[in-house]
């Protein structure tokens, strides 16, 4: 089985492509809203910074690299954090658009879907009888007919292209235990070599349930496949964030909190920041007595290539 993480990695996903403008006033949108974020949630203890890039106009989620090059270099200037861009983009982008600002920038690390999968936002909509911008409901609308592709064939892409071609590493998001056994084929072939960090993700409409059950069974069943030779985190949904992460991090994982996998701290309460969440699991692993990855421990736990190997 996996270790227990000797230090808890924290990673913070800043902005993503889930939350809309209507739903908090905090969601960074602009390039300087993205980097001064994300700089906040690096000296709160943030180790990871996973970047999603949005039009600053309206809000919406865009793949133009010339917007991801308006805060990756600010970000890398002025902290050590190691920079992890998305390449599963927003729904209805191509593969192409999902890739190009990764390919671009050559990071030390991405997020890597491990199957295709249905993936619901359009349960939101009702929480909300206005909106700020047209395109938001029709954003959300359109996850109703829609799925979200990660073929076998786009995976070996991906590895190929920005494994190979890049020196970029991994964190594989896996939202059903059959993307555990997809991992575990593509290590099997050789085409990624350990370690692995494998993100296991509960409560997304069309993934693996958020129930505690459900959290020990990925676990066990990443113990099996991978032995020693992965990191573990968990990120969870809205209201699951913070106990499932809580609970992760007792079970010797590593954890992930952002505005992009909930915008509450707590019940009812927005979260201002990315830092406020940063700042409230950095509390409570201090509580347990857990201690958190340096970035510098991070990528050596992760086997990444360091932040001067980068294109920003």
Not at 74 to 103: C, F, H, P, W, Y
Not at 238 to 255: E, K, L, S
């Amino acid at each position: 089985m996996a270790q227990a993480a000797s230090k808890v990695i924290i990673t913070c996903a800043v902005t993503g492509s889930v939350h809309t403008p209507t739903m908090s006033p905090h969601i960074p949108i602009t390039p300087d809203e993205i980097a001064k974020d994300s700089v906040a949630a690096w000296e709160a203890g943030a180790s990871i910074i996973h970047l999603h890039a949005r039009d600053p106009r309206d809000g919406r989620p865009t793949p133009d690299p010339k917007v991801f090059m308006q805060f990756l270099p600010r970000i890398k200037q002025q902290t050590d954090a190691v920079i992890n861009i998305t390449t599963g983009g927003g729904a209805g982008m191509s593969l192409q658009e999902r890739l190009a600002a990764a390919l671009q920038a050559k990071p030390e690390m991405t997020s890597l879907n491990m199957g295709s999968m249905n993936f619901g936002l359009f349960h939101m909509i009702d929480k909300y009888p206005t909106w700020k911008h047209d395109w938001e409901k029709k954003f959300l609308e359109m996850t109703r007919d829609f799925i979200f592709r990660n073929t076998f064939k786009d995976i070996e892409y991906i590895m190929k292209e920005l494994g190979e071609g890049c020196g970029t590493r991994f964190e594989f998001e896996c939202y059903d235990v059959g993307h555990l056994y997809t991992l575990a084929n593509f290590v099997e072939r050789k085409l990624y070599r350990p370690p692995l960090f494998v993100q296991t993700i509960f409560g997304i409409l069309g993934g693996i349930g958020a129930e505690i059950d459900h959290l020990v069974h990925m676990r066990r069943t990443a113990d099996k496949l991978f032995g020693d030779d992965y990191q573990w985190s968990v990120l969870a949904a809205g209201r699951h964030q913070m106990r499932f992460v809580t609970t992760a991090a007792i079970m010797g994982g590593n954890v992930r909190v952002g505005l992009e996998d909930s915008l509450y701290l707590g019940k009812g309460t927005l979260a201002t920041s990315n830092a406020d969440q940063v700042k409230r699991i950095r509390r409570i692993l201090d509580e347990l007595s857990l201690e958190v990855a340096t970035p510098a421990e991070a990528r050596k736990l992760l086997a990444l290539k360091g932040g001067d190997q980068v294109a920003f």
